[in-house]
């Protein structure tokens, strides 16, 4: 290991005296202290070639796998994996966080192979992998996607010829379910074929891949065109494209879908791609994106219909996205059920609405619209935080049942069977 000055010695004194600011007021440190390794860079051996790393005044700079971090130093200590700090059989921290100066600096920071260890002022030691660190820093986070997506239009979905999964295999074999949530978290819906057509069937595919969300429309719901609540779903008109449960904190993460009975014309399903119609919005009008991420809307459900009261109320922005990377992870959208807007100055409405149509435009496109005729046996699984639906009118009787299931336990399946999500 050897060290040397780099040109950039200006700026790095720069940083230093920035960063200096937050602790001086609080601790006072002596004049010397203002020059410590900090101008250095450590550079590895040959052996070693692409890691070089700099101790900061108020924080630890690392160039490792073409990646250049800036850890905090409290964070550096708050993560630490020693047998005192974290107990590695449950996954959870003992460390009390509290407990940690906030001006903490290491002693002494060393690298041996691929670890560097870090000496704390109380003598402690910690030590961090550096891929561990390029996996766990704010910068390798920052170029990663939490779930890979396809998006997709109704030419796109068509072309994929997405292969259905068939019951049997879906609820005895490892890999129908893990082929199936492959593609629900790919393309946001799926189908499972061959089901019979019984609300206890629906209700074992359902068990078999997550909890099942109880909500005020029961466990597992089973409805017709009989008003029996106060809302339009329970008639035979159309609707347009929507996601559900938009007036809950949390909507629905999944909805079932499974139509044991129609015997008439129309209700064939509409299915649009929310996140697609968003990247739209995103690539033509940045601005409008960005309005509709932070924007916060409430939808509302109010009924009492027979035995039926509530009163429900959701907040949020139309588009909700991850602050470090950007990306989208739930549209809430349905005009039905979207409440008084008065969360919003005028002039921000006007400038909203804009950007509601926008993204309307983009969600109402008819090559965006994939529309399937749902039939008896074949149960659709729809991501409701990314993926709208709608139905047709139609006549006749028609029986349509299903569930919502919990998101967590959808994607917790997901994660056991060696999937990202
Ligand atoms: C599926 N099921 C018929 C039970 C619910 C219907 C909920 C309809 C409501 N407008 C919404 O979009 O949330
Ligand atoms: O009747 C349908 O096909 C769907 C109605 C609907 O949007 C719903 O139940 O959430
Ligand atoms: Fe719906």
Redesign the pocket.
């Known amino acids: 290991m050897w060290c040397h000055r780099l040109s950039h010695l200006q700026s790095s004194l720069q940083d230093l005296l920035r960063g200096r600011v937050i602790c001086w007021a609080l601790q006072q440190p002596s004049f010397n202290s203002l020059f410590p390794l900090a101008v250095h860079w450590h550079h590895t051996a040959s052996k070693y070639p692409n890691c070089a790393w700099q101790q900061h005044e108020d924080h630890f700079e690392l160039q490792y796998a073409n990646t250049v971090m800036r850890f905090d130093y409290v964070w550096l200590r708050d993560h630490c994996r020693s047998a005192s700090c974290y107990n590695s059989k449950t996954h959870q921290r003992s460390l009390d966080t509290a407990s940690v100066d906030l001006c903490i600096k290491p002693k002494t920071v060393r690298l041996d192979e691929t670890t560097l260890f870090f000496t704390w002022p109380d003598g402690h030691v910690t030590r961090y992998d550096l891929d561990w660190l390029v996996q766990n820093s704010y910068e390798g986070q920052k170029q990663k996607v939490v779930q890979p997506r396809i998006l997709w239009n109704a030419e796109i979905y068509q072309q994929a010829q997405v292969p259905s999964v068939d019951f049997q295999s879906f609820l005895e074999t490892n890999e129908g379910l893990k082929n199936f949530l492959e593609n629900f978290l790919l393309y946001g819906i799926a189908f499972v074929e061959n089901v019979p057509p019984t609300q206890e069937h629906t209700e074992k595919l359902a068990e078999r891949i997550s909890l099942i969300r109880e909500t005020i429309y029961g466990r597992m719901w089973y409805?017709t065109s009989d008003f029996s609540r106060g809302d339009t779903?329970y008639t035979k008109l159309a609707?347009d494209r929507?996601t559900?449960t938009t007036y809950f904190q949390e909507p629905c993460g999944i909805?079932v879908?499974h139509?044991l009975k129609h015997e008439g014309t129309g209700?064939r399903?509409l299915l649009v791609d929310g996140f697609y119609a968003a990247e739209q919005v995103l690539q033509k009008a940045p601005e409008e994106f960005d309005l509709l991420s932070k924007v916060p809307l409430k939808h509302e459900y109010i009924e009492n219909v027979g035995e039926c009261h509530n009163h429900m109320i959701g907040v949020g922005p139309v588009l909700n996205i991850y602050p470090w990377n950007k990306e989208l992870y739930l549209i809430r959208y349905n005009n039905y059920d979207r409440a008084v807007i008065n969360t919003v100055p005028y002039d921000v409405v006007h400038r909203w609405y804009t950007a509601h149509r926008t993204l309307t435009i983009e969600l109402r496109r008819p090559e965006n619209e994939f529309w399937v005729k749902?039939k008896p046996g074949r149960v659709l699984f729809i991501d409701n935080w990314r993926v709208l639906?709608?139905?047709e009118s139609f006549t006749g009787y028609?029986q349509?049942c299903?569930c919502y299931l919990t998101r967590d336990d959808v994607l917790n399946t997901a994660r056991l069977l060696g999937l990202q999500a």
Do not use: K, P, V, Y
Request: hydrophobic fraction near 35%; charged fraction near 20%; include cysteine.
């Open positions: 409805f779903a609707l929507h559900d909805q879908f139509c209700g399903t749902l639906h709608g139905r028609r349509l299903g």
